[in-house]
Every structure is written in C-alpha cells, then in structure tokens.
C-alpha cells in the first residue's frame, strides 16, 4: 500500500509555469520502488497520461501534447516525484493526479494506461488563463 499526496497546482497565465510535486507513504516503499506517472482529466473528458517514469528514473514517457514543455522527474531518497511545466497553455487545464504502480520487476519500464496504475493521489488542479 502507498499513499500519495500531490502539491504544486495553482493558477498560471499562458506562457507562465508551475511546478508540481507527489510525495509518496507507506511501509511498501522500504521494499519495493514504483514505476511513477502523472495523469489528467479536463472536465468532460478522460483521465488521460502526461509522463510517465521508470524505477531508476532512466526511461520516461511522455504525451505527444506536452513533448518538449514538461519534465518528469523522481528522487527516490525522498520518495517523490515531479512535474515541471513550462510554456503551459490554457488547453492545459486540468486536475492533475500522480499514480503509482508495482506492476512487473523491471528498472527499464513505464506504464501509459490508466488501468496499469494501482495507486492514485487526490488530485491537484492547475488552471492556465488565456
């Protein structure tokens, strides 16, 4: 069992950035390392991947919307995870939600499905004005 508990949401101009964080609990942690991502869902619409992370943080995944704009990132030692946004657009808008799962064994892999992750935050929402 883990818990997570997403940070960083807010209110942003076009253009502007925000940094967003998922700190991650649970006894399981001192056994087993979670293949991490970062999910959203705009009103009316899926709950859809914007990146996603391996183990090691050596393979990371990311939506064709946010290539080039957004970066994930982990620190294993602090059990967190992170997604830098930057030149965010209004089209951004959206709950924002981390994940986590420990699907398979391996330190070379992401998941990209929303039903592949186990473990899911609260949810934090950005909001980007025109």
């Known amino acids: 069992q883990v818990q997570l508990v997403e940070s960083g949401g807010g209110l942003v101009q076009a253009g502007g950035s925000l940094r967003l964080s998922c700190a991650a609990s649970?006894?399981?942690?001192?056994?087993?390392?979670?293949?991490m991502s970062w999910f959203r869902q705009a009103p009316g619409n899926e709950r859809d991947i914007v990146a996603a992370?391996?183990?090691?943080?050596?393979?990371?995944y990311y939506a064709d919307s946010v290539k080039g704009r957004f970066t994930i990132a982990r620190d294993n030692a602090k059990n967190t995870v992170y997604l830098e946004m930057n030149s965010l657009e209004p089209e951004d808008t959206a709950v924002y939600y981390c994940?986590?799962?420990?699907?398979?064994?391996?330190?070379?892999?992401?998941?990209?499905?929303?039903?592949?992750?186990?473990?899911w935050g609260q949810g934090t929402q950005v909001t980007v004005s025109s």
């Open positions: 994940a986590a799962t420990r699907r398979g064994n391996s330190y070379g892999t992401v998941y990209t499905r929303r039903s592949e992750y186990d473990y």
């Open positions: 649970g006894r399981s942690l001192s056994s087993y390392v979670y293949v």
């Open positions: 992370i391996s183990r090691n943080g050596g393979i990371v």
